[in-house]
């Protein structure tokens, strides 16, 4: 039986990705156990971006803060703050800062064990280790 969780933003040890790029995993596989999602939040600075990828799994993302350039499906769209997309298990992707400011997402992966295939190398990596950098 689950006991619930509560997540206190300040306290969650970020993970840097890279061109100060930094994740950090609200719930999943490393506080849930019992959780069959995973949801975090990415900020990126000005400019930055992360590389066309895809995902083992669905993805939602909402803009929480900033101006970002969406691309799936072969076309590119504009977001601001509260838009958000749906994008289906293995659709090639990407979400740039097209902003001045900080871009802030927050992401809900349709499953617990996620991982990322770079497109243009086809390396496959686990969500959040290592290798998963921009």
Known sequence: MSEGLTVNYKDITPFARGDGVVTRLMVGKGNAQNAAFTTGTTVFPAGCAAPLHSHNCTEQVT?????AEVMFG??????????????????????RNIGD???????????????????????TVAHMSPRDQV
């Open 74 to 95: 072969g076309k590119i769209r504009h977001l601001g703050p509260m838009d958000t997309t749906f994008v289906p298990a293995n659709l090639p992707h990407y979400f």
């Open 101 to 123: 400011g900080p871009l802030t997402i927050l992401w809900i992966y349709g499953a617990r064990d996620v991982t990322r295939t770079f497109t243009e190398t086809g390396e």
């Open 63 to 67: 803009i929480l803060d900033g101006t």
